[in-house]
């Protein structure tokens, strides 16, 4: 069964740090390309970070230089370290397995790719 569980959201103070996690089950990890999307309340779905299965990374440029995406491949875990977070940040943030590069963000990631999402709330 596939799975996908993201945890460390919470509520912080802008300019404060976050550290997202989301653990993999029932993938072949090492073949995925792995991204974080979040949505805003009355906003669209966005692709925030993604890495694919060689290590290459790839940015939305509201995040690049404040976020950075990581993997551990021997735990199945995917990282999301966000710095300097400001209001704009506040979100739903979901993580997502999908195909393809991290420039496409994987594809949008697959219809049974995606977490439940933990919630990211950043005050002024």
């Known amino acids: 069964q596939v799975q996908l569980v993201e945890s460390g959201g919470g509520s912080v103070q802008a300019g404060g740090s976050l550290r997202l996690s989301c653990a993999v089950f029932?993938?072949?990890?090492?073949?995925?390309?792995m991204a974080w999307f979040r949505q805003a309340p009355g906003k669209e779905r966005e692709g925030v970070a993604a890495i694919d299965s060689d290590g290459s990374a790839s940015y939305a440029d509201s995040v690049r230089g404040r976020f950075t995406i990581s993997q551990d491949n021997a735990k199945n875990t995917l990282y999301l370290q966000m710095n300097s977070l400001k209001p704009e940040d506040t979100a739903m943030y979901y993580c997502?397995?999908?195909?393809?590069?991290?420039?496409?963000?994987?594809?949008?990631?697959?219809?049974?790719?995606w977490g439940q999402g933990t919630q990211v709330t950043v005050s002024s």
């Open positions: 029932g993938y072949t990890y090492s073949s995925l390309c």
């Open positions: 997502v397995a999908g195909w393809g590069v991290a420039v496409t963000f994987c594809g949008g990631g697959y219809s049974d790719g």
